[in-house]
């Protein structure tokens, strides 16, 4: 018989840092997409799929901790595994 891994449902709120409270090994192991309006983006650090927002990291300026400022962009936001 064929043993196939169901894949944990995707939750409403996920991060990409493992120093968030949004953070879920688990689910980051395996390959997430997101598409924001219509379009995959590559580049996402966290999401929201309730509330339409993605966090996207800027390309220079960086926090004080040297981690780089999130940038947030609004519209449909759809996540599945690759």
Known sequence: MNDTKS???LPD????N???RHHVE???EHG???MLNGKERFDVEE?????GWVKI???KALDRRGQPLL??????????YR
């Open 7 to 9: 894949l944990p449902a």
């Open 71 to 80: 940038m947030t962009r609004k519209g449909t936001v759809e996540a599945f």
């Open 26 to 28: 688990e689910i980051c």
């Open 47 to 51: 999401y929201c799929i309730s509330e």
């Open 13 to 16: 709120r996920l991060s990409v």
């Open 18 to 20: 493992p120093r968030s």
């Open 57 to 59: 990291p800027s390309l």
């Open 32 to 34: 997430i997409g997101i």
